[in-house]
């Protein structure tokens, strides 16, 4: 892609690090950030929040229907991971296609432009012109008169 157009190659890096960087900060704050549990509804919003962080429940235990959602997703990164044969033979055929297209341009780049020579036009007309009167012209007055 930098071959072909450096200013998209930087955009699209740029956009790339600016993406992993935001994904890493969401990260960073849901998954490590502080443990915020809300608090129970008898208790004042801002009243007395010293003696509120005092009773607050503990941390619930994860549920059976959290384990049973996300044990598949994980069982697919691993195996994605360990074994990414199945995953690349199934998206080979598409990206061939989409690469050919490409591979496609770059030969017509490099084929050079072949342009017809122009076609001299012949000054012998095909009709002999004529003067008011009738009288006809000789190729020496052609020519003369152009």
Request: glycine residues 8%; without cysteine.
């Amino acid at each position: 892609m930098y071959a072909r157009s450096p200013r998209a190659a930087v955009i699209a890096s740029i956009g790339m690090i600016l993406g992993a960087y935001y994904l890493l900060w969401m990260l960073q704050r849901v998954v490590f950030g502080p443990l915020r549990e809300p608090h129970s509804h008898d208790e004042g919003h801002g009243a007395n929040t010293h003696a509120a962080a005092s009773h607050e429940l503990p941390v619930r235990p994860i549920g059976w229907h959290e384990i049973a959602g996300l044990t598949p997703l994980m069982v697919f990164i691993v195996l994605i991971g360990v074994y990414p044969a199945p995953l690349f033979d199934r998206l080979r055929p598409t990206v061939a296609a989409i690469a050919s297209r490409f591979d496609a341009l770059d030969e017509a780049e490099k084929t050079p432009i072949k342009y017809a020579r122009p076609v001299k036009a012949e000054l012998t007309p095909t009709v002999q012109p004529t003067l008011p009167g009738g009288k006809t012209l000789t190729q020496a007055e052609i020519k003369g008169r152009r």
